[in-house]
């Protein structure tokens, strides 16, 4: 099987229609078809199904769809990757990360691996799920989410567990004390990320829900930094993990929440199987140590 097959087939698979494939690939159509006959033969399944209303994917073919367009991708980003270091004369090393895990220990790897010479960083805002798919695909080599996601190709690690906090508004009744979530069900509440989900979002409406109480919702942002304006606007209050009251700002106040196992768990995601890098175990231990540091206390 070689690289054109995938090729093939995914156009194929995208335009169902083995004449309008043809014509996007500039080739003509019975090859085409010849092409993708034998592609289903070395495989031994029937990727598509044929009938006088058109092509359709089989389960079978939608599962080698899946898998081809990341092998296509990977090949496309490795190729990438290698131009960009013969040109640079550096490695290339990509971090994918959730907003919420950048007032913490993230910006510390990213300042000590920028100091090394022979390193160039690709940094990359993504949410934990689009983290698994760029690292299938090549397009990073290390993740930061909240969300455990179970893939086999992906290996991913708590750091440790983080506690939420409650951000409110300067003056709000609630400031200065610690309370419990009944408490904060009584006022309006803001979430985030507003999409895509599943998210933190996700994981703060789960926690009223199982102590059986109902929230109101009232207002939905993707950014960190519009949640926390429109807190401090007195529209509503928000829960966010510990890191994000180091940003500092008018008209906002923190308060730890009354039940300490409220956390959420800070997580490196990672290809599974791949043998570590030169680059990687350096990265590695510099969180080693970074995360240490945050358990132990000497970070906050």
């Given at each position: 099987?070689?690289?054109?097959?995938?090729?093939?087939?995914?156009?194929?698979?995208e335009?169902?229609?083995?004449?309008?494939?043809?014509?996007?690939?500039?080739?003509?159509?019975?090859?085409?078809?010849?092409?993708?006959?034998?592609?289903?033969?070395?495989?031994?399944?029937?990727?598509?199904?044929?009938?006088?209303?058109?092509?359709?994917?089989?389960?079978?073919?939608?599962?080698?769809?899946?898998?081809?367009?990341?092998?296509?991708?990977?090949?496309?980003?490795?190729?990438?990757?290698?131009?960009?270091?013969?040109?640079?004369?550096?490695?290339?090393?990509?971090?994918?990360?959730?907003?919420?895990?950048?007032y913490?220990?993230?910006?510390?790897?990213?300042?000590?691996?920028?100091?090394?010479?022979?390193?160039?960083?690709?940094?990359?805002?993504?949410?934990?799920?689009?983290?698994?798919q760029?690292?299938k695909?090549?397009?990073?080599?290390?993740?930061?989410?909240?969300?455990?996601?179970?893939?086999?190709?992906?290996?991913?690690?708590?750091?440790?567990?983080?506690?939420?906090?409650?951000?409110?508004?300067?003056?709000?009744?609630?400031?200065?004390?610690?309370?419990?979530?009944?408490?904060?069900?009584?006022?309006?509440l803001?979430?985030?990320?507003?999409?895509?989900?599943?998210?933190?979002?996700?994981?703060?409406?789960?926690i009223?829900?199982r102590q059986?109480?109902?929230?109101?919702?009232v207002?939905?942002?993707?950014?960190?930094?519009?949640?926390?304006?429109?807190?401090?606007?007195?529209?509503?209050?928000?829960?966010?993990?510990?890191?994000?009251?180091?940003?500092?700002?008018?008209?906002?106040?923190?308060?730890?929440?009354?039940?300490?196992?409220?956390?959420?768990?800070?997580?490196?995601?990672?290809?599974?199987?791949?043998?570590?890098?030169p680059?990687?175990?350096?990265?590695?231990?510099?969180?080693?140590v970074?995360?240490?540091?945050?358990?132990?206390?000497?970070?906050?």
């Amino acid at each position: 099987m070689e690289l054109r097959h995938l090729r093939y087939f995914c156009v194929v698979a995208e335009e169902l229609n083995f004449t309008c494939a043809a014509e996007r690939l500039h080739m003509s159509q019975p090859p085409l078809s010849r092409q993708i006959k034998q592609l289903e033969q070395e495989v031994g399944a029937e990727l598509f199904e044929r009938s006088s209303r058109g092509l359709r994917l089989t389960p079978p073919g939608v599962f080698f769809q899946q898998h081809a367009l990341q092998i296509l991708e990977k090949v496309e980003v490795t190729i990438d990757a290698t131009r960009h270091m013969a040109r640079s004369k550096r490695a290339l090393f990509g971090i994918g990360f959730v907003p919420s895990v950048f007032y913490g220990q993230l910006p510390m790897l990213v300042r000590d691996l920028r100091r090394m010479d022979n390193v160039e960083l690709s940094l990359a805002e993504l949410t934990t799920v689009q983290q698994i798919q760029a690292l299938k695909a090549g397009r990073i080599d290390m993740g930061f989410g909240r969300l455990r996601i179970d893939d086999p190709d992906v290996e991913q690690e708590i750091l440790f567990d983080e506690p939420l906090i409650a951000a409110l508004s300067s003056g709000h009744p609630l400031e200065g004390t610690t309370p419990s979530c009944e408490e904060l069900a009584r006022y309006p509440l803001i979430l985030f990320p507003a999409k895509p989900r599943p998210s933190l979002a996700d994981m703060v409406l789960g926690i009223f829900r199982r102590q059986g109480l109902k929230v109101e919702v009232v207002q939905e942002a993707n950014e960190v930094q519009t949640v926390l304006s429109l807190v401090a606007s007195g529209i509503g209050i928000t829960l966010v993990p510990e890191q994000v009251k180091r940003v500092q700002r008018d008209g906002i106040c923190y308060v730890p929440l009354a039940d300490k196992s409220i956390t959420s768990p800070v997580i490196c995601s990672r290809r599974r199987g791949e043998k570590p890098s030169p680059l990687m175990q350096e990265a590695n231990a510099i969180l080693e140590v970074l995360v240490e540091n945050r358990r132990s206390g000497r970070y906050p």
